[in-house]
């Protein structure tokens, strides 16, 4: 790795205003090859590898593996209805449209499943993607997402036929709810019982563990960033599995560089590399360009222009090497506030990264140039060899 042009990478990103702070980290088989940050967390602190930072939709891998781990345990299967489970899915609604001002609504003709909820093929939208959503949530008064409410999900129809294509949205908050009523156990318990303390991951969790090492949000705005309020609720009715954790940089990577590995990392496996590989395959058709009709939220998204991608049971995958040469079927996503990763196979040489920033709106076209070029200079070696 270059480490010396990351340094540089993310020290001129804070200088020209990309973001107030940032930290990026890489990893291969042998180990953490690169950790360095630059500007602060909070105004006054540097960015750490500990600094605790809201992870936003990075959540919603962590919250796969613990359906995979059920899967593997018997308690689920990836194909079965999840009815039995949510029974809320027994009979989904499907919003085609809008007739006037009436919503024209129809049964779901496909059952909802594990896989489709995983894959994002199971029909559940965002209203930040979806407009006529978005209409259907202001006028029935429907919670968002960040508030932590059943009602989020239950008043929420879907927006397209389960198994018929890509849809980004609430699907792994469904499966966070499936985790609970399987396990009898809260979403959070669970979690750290089955992933965060068997991988190390102490700073990982619903509520924020430390405060005095949470980094500041800020969004962009014409006059520059500037800090704002924001936070999930620290005891929600419902916590929220598809984008409510926090952790640092380095529980993220941790996670990561499981993941690359196989499943294990340090002798403690968390899930087998046959279910793992399952994971890892294509489980949608091609996903384009995923267009916000909410800039304050999100630009359009589309973090790998010009290469293919389809979705596995854990992320996004590539379907060609890119530019920064990244190989084909390496996993990687993101979260709201412009924090990425990815998490190449086995085969590839198990490398793992993340960058961190605490900003919005999503897909920040800045940032995107930055994470572009710090995984040029993690992958030089690789290139050029």
Known sequence: MDTALIDTLLAKAVERGVTTGVYAMAADREGIGYSGGAGTRDGDAPWGEDTIALLASMTKSVTAVAALQLVEQGAIGLDDPVADVLPELAAPQVLEGYDGDVPRLRPARSPVTLRRLLSHTGGCGYPFLCPDLARYHQANAIPSTREGRLATLVDSPLVGEPGAGFHYGMGLDWVGLAITRITG?????????????????????????????????????????????????????LHCAGGGLYGSPRDYLTFLRMIAAGG??????????????????????????????DPAVSHDIELLPGTPVTWSLLGMRNEARTPQGRPVGTLAWAGGANTYYWADGATDGAGAAVLFTQIMPFADPDVLGLLAAVERAVRAPARNG
């Open 264 to 293: 294990t990392l340090d002798g403690t496996t968390i899930l087998t590399r046959r279910t793992l590989a399952e994971a890892r395959r294509s489980h949608s058709g091609p996903v384009g360009r995923l267009v916000s009709v």
């Open 185 to 237: 156990t809260d979403l959070e318990t669970h979690l750290r019982e089955r992933i965060f303390v068997p991988l190390g991951m102490a700073d990982t969790a619903f509520r924020i563990a430390d405060r005095g090492r949470l980094a500041t949000l800020h969004a962009r705005t014409p006059d520059g960033l500037v800090a704002i309020p924001f936070e999930f609720p620290q005891e929600p009715e």
